[in-house]
Structures are given as structure tokens and as C-alpha cells.
């Protein structure tokens, strides 16, 4: 059984991509995890945070454990009528974000992790903060970014972006996304972010026989 990862700190841009992917698990037929990571101030002073009293942690903790079972109990009731209902785990964790959802997904399988895109502000900076970028570059499978504005809608096409750095890593990605999006028959759509102005005649070479290779061995014919 497939199973997507939802990365919340309980926001209302991090709810919308909890439905989000919510919506996707009944598309794709995988059950969801839900998951929030818990700082403990007095673990990472250098972080800036405002220090709590100790005797506040477990409250803290607790309070976290009610917000993800009422947004479970939430997406349980928005799939009251639909042909398919994910199993949906609750994990409350202490550790930064990054560290929390790779162990998870590791221990789990893991096949895609969806989080919402938002700035730094109050609560949702204390609990989680902003992690995209560190996200993007450290988590160890697919990451779907929902931004605020995106329809909860059938999926019709997906981009995954990468810089070609470790392009077997990438390929290997590649592969594991197509098998979990094949379901959808969306369009996937690689999209190469590059620092430089130009490719070198090299890189365009190589790229080349990237993709060929890519497409051969993918049978899967929406790639583009």
C-alpha cells in the first residue's frame, strides 16, 4: 500500500495541504501520515526561540496531539462519501522537521511527502517554522509543495524540479514518482533549475541522453 507523508504545524496554509494531499491518497488509493515536529526550546538555544519552562512540554505535547487527531477526524469526514477512505496515522515527534520526516520515512515507506508553502509568522514559526528550502534540500523522497492557492482538484500534472547535481538520485526519483503518479495518468513535467545563464555544449549532451535514457526505461509516456 502506498502511503504520502504530510508535513503540519497547524497553520491554515498547512491545513489546505493536508486536504490536498488528503484528496490525492483517495486518487491514488495510499493511506496518509500525519505528522508534526516538535521543538523543545530548551534543546536549541542558537535558534532564537523564546525559552519555555520545562513543566509546560508535556502540555505543549499534548495540545499538539489534539490538533492532529481533529484534523484527522476533519479529513475522515471529508471522505465519509467516497469509494475509497486512506488510513490516516497521527505522528507527534520531537526533533526539527527534517530529521522527524526522514526517519519516518525511512522506517515507513514512504513515497511522497506533502507540505504547505508559507512564511514565518507566530505559532507555525514556533512549531515548525518555514522549512521549506532546508525541506527541499534534505528530504530523502518526493516532496509536493502546496502552495495556498492550489485547487483541491483531480492531479493533471506535476512538475519535479532539480538542479542535475546527483542525477542518478534524481533518476531514481524519478522512477519512484512515475510509479506512485501512474495511477493518475498526470503529466510529469521535469523542470531543470541551473545557476548559470548558459548550459555548456557539454551539459546539453548530457542532458540529452538523460532524458532519452530517462524516457526508454520509464515506459511511461506523459513525461515532459
Known amino acids: 500500500m ?3 507523508l504530510v508535513a503540519t504545524d497547524f497553520s491554515a496554509n498547512s491545513r489546505h495541504a493536508a486536504e490536498y494531499a488528503n484528496k490525492l491518497a483517495v486518487q491514488l488509493r495510499a493511506n496518509l501520515v500525519l505528522c508534526n515536529a516538535f521543538i523543545v526550546p530548551a534543546e536549541v538555544p542558537e535558534a532564537g526561540l523564546v525559552t519555555w519552562p520545562m513543566m509546560e512540554y508535556e502540555e505543549m505535547l499534548k495540545d499538539s496531539e489534539e490538533e492532529l487527531k481533529a484534523l484527522r477526524t476533519s479529513l475522515e469526514k471529508q471522505n465519509s462519501d467516497t469509494d475509497f477512505s486512506p488510513s490516516i496515522q497521527c505522528e507527534n515527534n520531537v526533533g526539527a522537521v527534517t530529521a522527524v ?3 519516518i520515512v525511512e522506517h515507513q515507506s514512504i513515497q511522497m511527502v506533502v507540505m504547505a508553502t ?11 517554522g518555514n522549512h521549506t528550502r532546508r525541506m527541499i534540500d534534505e528530504t530523502i523522497c518526493p516532496l ?8 483541491i482538484k483531480t492531479v493533471k500534472k506535476i512538475a519535479f524540479a532539480t538542479d542535475f547535481l546527483h542525477h ?7 522512477y519512484k514518482l512515475i510509479d506512485l503518479i501512474r ?3 498526470a503529466e510529469l513535467l521535469i523542470t531543470h533549475i ?3 545563464k548558459e548550459q555548456s555544449p557539454e551539459f546539453k549532451k548530457w542532458l540529452d541522453h538523460f532524458l532519452v535514457e530517462l524516457s526508454n526505461k520509464a515506459d ?3 513525461i515532459y
Open 2 to 4: 502506498k502511503t504520502l
Open 101 to 103: 520526516v526522514n526517519d
Open 118 to 128: 508559507h512564511g514565518n509568522n507566530g505559532l507555525s514559526q514556533f512549531l515548525v
Open 144 to 151: 509536493l509543495l502546496v502552495p495556498e492557492t492550489a485547487g
Open 168 to 174: 542518478e538520485k534524481d533518476l531514481e526519483t524519478i
Open 183 to 185: 495511477p493518475l495518468n
Open 194 to 196: 541551473l545557476d548559470e
Open 220 to 222: 511511461y509516456p506523459n
